[in-house]
């Protein structure tokens, strides 16, 4: 079969890609050590669940573990880390701006600070997700300053 040939407007041509990403999907999360979590329904990479199959990540900044777990579960491109494995005392809640407040999530951002240096709004918990996020409830996300690998 040709799937050049098939249109996403074409039956056929849907059935043809949604087997195709889920095809590379089983093929390309195995190669990077991760396992698909169960109850995720779309067959898009941005909006799969993936918990990470066993392997130790770590969120670290300036040289310092601030997160660290094997009990991953990646959403929308970021690795959220469960709060028993963050260290909290590392974390400050910031003020809520317009923006955090419009979020459906309920987000709450943190400072991360090491060592008394601030890595301003490097961290997040969303409060209170909407059922797509729920997978995500009392984990932490981390951006910007904070590498995790």
């Known amino acids: 079969m040709r799937y050049r ?14 087997a195709i990403r889920i095809m590379a999907l089983r093929t390309i ?4 050590g991760l ?9 898009y990479f941005k909006n799969k669940t993936i918990a990470d199959g066993g392997r130790v990540m770590k969120a670290s900044v300036d040289g310092r573990v601030v997160a660290q777990s094997e009990d991953i579960v990646v959403r929308q491109g970021y ?4 709060s028993a494995a963050v260290r909290m005392d590392w974390l400050e809640k ?5 923006s ?32 797509k996020m729920a997978q995500v409830k009392g984990r932490f996300g981390f951006w910007k ?3 995790v690998r």
């Open 29 to 32: 999360a195995p190669m990077r």
């Open 145 to 147: 300053d904070v590498e």
């Open 79 to 82: 690795q959220y880390f469960p």
């Open 100 to 131: 955090d407040l419009a979020c459906p999530h309920g987000v709450q951002f943190y400072d991360v600070v090491v060592d008394g240096k601030r890595h301003a709004r490097a961290a997040w918990s969303y409060e209170a997700p909407q059922p």
């Open 94 to 98: 910031t003020e809520r701006t317009e």
């Open 35 to 43: 396992t698909l979590a169960s109850g995720s329904a779309s067959p």
């Open 5 to 18: 040939n098939l249109g996403r407007d074409d039956a056929r041509g849907r059935v043809a890609l949604y």
